[in-house]
């Protein structure tokens, strides 16, 4: 397969402060190691392969070289609650980048930050930040993996990539110059108008709304109908004798998933 880079690293708005890095362990690791340092908010690492990837719980993330593997340093104001919305923004915004560069897909948002692709997942995001006393929080760290050339074909669940969908001219560049300008979009909504926007855009991208459901937490599983996301993000389930239930933090699993 002929190398999928694009020759030179795209020019990206001026928020953004990129290093991009042949090699790392993985990008968020690299990245907390800056935001510990001082780094400023805008800083931004991108890799061409990442040694040691990894996803929501510790999970092993394949990352060889041609996907695309970002992370993005914020220093968000608000609590842990609050600045968790910002997955559901980065879920949000590479929709967007995904449609502008491969028009011809519909990407659906399965709750709370995962994207697919006809049923499959096309990409990982994961948070991690650093508390200041009181429950504020000094810095987050947003990474993204996104499957361009290739997708690992031992995640546990369907999973494809741009190429496999039939973008076969889309690089990880070419995905970063249309994914930055979203990411930026978004960030500025959300910051001046909450999550209500960002809640209204990723309800029409929503997989599964109104049909069942199954959801696995730390010490019980259950299934239900999903009915809605709450105004702080939290996943409304319909229970089999009618009755709501909201879920925080949890592992959804639909049924073609």
């Given at each position: 397969m002929s190398n999928i880079q694009a020759p030179r690293p795209p020019d990206l708005p001026e928020f953004f402060r990129p290093i991009f890095l042949d090699s790392v362990t993985s990008t968020n690791d690299e990245l907390k190691r800056r935001a510990r340092a001082g780094a400023p908010e805008g800083s931004l690492i991108v890799a061409r392969e990442q040694r040691a990837g990894r996803g929501r719980s510790g999970r092993q993330w394949s990352s060889k070289p041609g996907n695309l593997y970002l992370s993005l340093l914020l220093r968000p104001r608000g609590n842990a609650a609050t600045v968790a919305q910002i997955s559901f923004l980065a879920a949000v915004a590479l929709a967007a980048a995904l449609v502008k560069v491969a028009p011809h897909l519909s990407p659906r948002l399965k709750w709370p930050n995962d994207v697919l692709v006809d049923g499959a997942k096309i990409s990982g995001i994961l948070l991690e930040s650093s508390a200041q006393a009181g429950g504020g929080v000094d810095w987050l760290v947003l990474g993204m993996g996104v499957n361009v050339a290739h997708y690992p074909d031992d995640a546990g669940q369907p999973t494809t990539s741009l190429h496999a969908l039939g973008a076969a001219n889309c690089t990880a560049y070419s995905l970063l110059a249309a994914l930055a300008p979203?990411?930026?979009?978004?960030?500025?909504i959300w910051r001046e108008a909450g999550f209500a926007p960002l809640r209204e855009a990723w309800l029409e991208r929503a997989a599964g709304l109104g049909g069942?459901?199954?959801?696995?937490?730390?010490?019980?599983d259950f299934t239900g109908r999903f009915r809605d996301l709450d105004g702080d993000g939290s996943l409304i389930v319909e229970l089999a004798d009618g009755s709501l239930r909201k879920v925080a933090a949890g592992e959804v699993f639909l049924p073609q998933t």
């Open positions: 979203a990411l930026l979009e978004w960030l500025e069942p459901l199954r959801v696995r937490l730390p010490n019980e």
